[in-house]
Every structure is written in structure tokens, then in C-alpha cells.
């Protein structure tokens, strides 16, 4: 368990340093999925417990059976919807500024409009 938490926090990590040092703006809008992905498997795994069932109720359960709170998992696919429609947003964003610029770089990007 402590190998997957520690993959988890590389993959944050990675996508966090990757946002600052590469300078393409696609690059960037990768980066931050990266390190979306990996706040959400954070997620997961903090959530995940032994000895728990999905909240489904089943004919003929015992009704001392523990059941896995779904709110984490509704957090979650709430994160999921809202990073995919911001990762939208930016890539439409990129776009509309790649029209405008023939290249995504930012360092010249910023000499244009600054």
C-alpha cells in the first residue's frame, strides 16, 4: 500500500514540476491532467478500506455488513467531470490563442502582449 501512495505523490509531483518548467502551453494543460489524475487516485486510495461493500443493497444481505460511504465516491466523480471541463476550457483557450500566435511557447507569447 505505502508502494501505491508513493507512485500517487510522484505522479503529483511530476505533474506539478512539469507545469512550472515546460514552457508550451499544451505541455502545461497536460501537466495539470497529470496531477489532476493523481489527486484523484490520491483520493481513491485514501478512501479505500478492507472489509467494506459497495453501497448496494442485495436480497438477502445481513444487514451487519459495512458499507463504503458513497459520498467520497460522488466527490470524486464530481472532480472528474469539473477537471475534464476545465482541461476544455484551456484547450479551447490554446486555440483560440493559436490563431493568433504561430507559436504555443509561452516566453514568446509573453513578448507579443507584454
Do not use: W
Not at 508550451?24 to 478492507?50: E, P, Q, R
Amino acid at each position: 500500500m505505502i508502494y501505491l501512495e508513493a507512485s500517487i505523490f510522484i505522479t503529483i509531483l511530476v505533474g506539478f514540476l512539469a507545469t512550472i518548467v515546460k514552457k508550451n502551453l499544451l505541455m502545461k494543460i497536460v501537466t495539470m491532467d497529470v496531477m489532476s489524475t493523481g489527486v484523484i487516485a490520491l483520493f481513491v486510495v485514501i478512501a479505500t478500506h478492507s472489509g467494506v461493500v459497495t453501497p448496494i443493497l442485495r436480497p438477502g444481505a445481513a444487514p451487519t455488513i459495512a458499507y463504503a460511504d458513497p459520498v467520497p465516491q460522488g466527490v470524486i466523480l464530481t472532480a472528474i467531470v469539473i477537471g475534464l471541463s476545465i482541461q476544455t476550457l484551456m484547450l479551447v483557450a490554446a486555440m483560440k490563442l493559436a490563431r493568433d500566435n504561430p507559436t504555443l511557447e509561452t516566453d514568446e507569447i509573453d513578448q507579443k502582449y507584454l
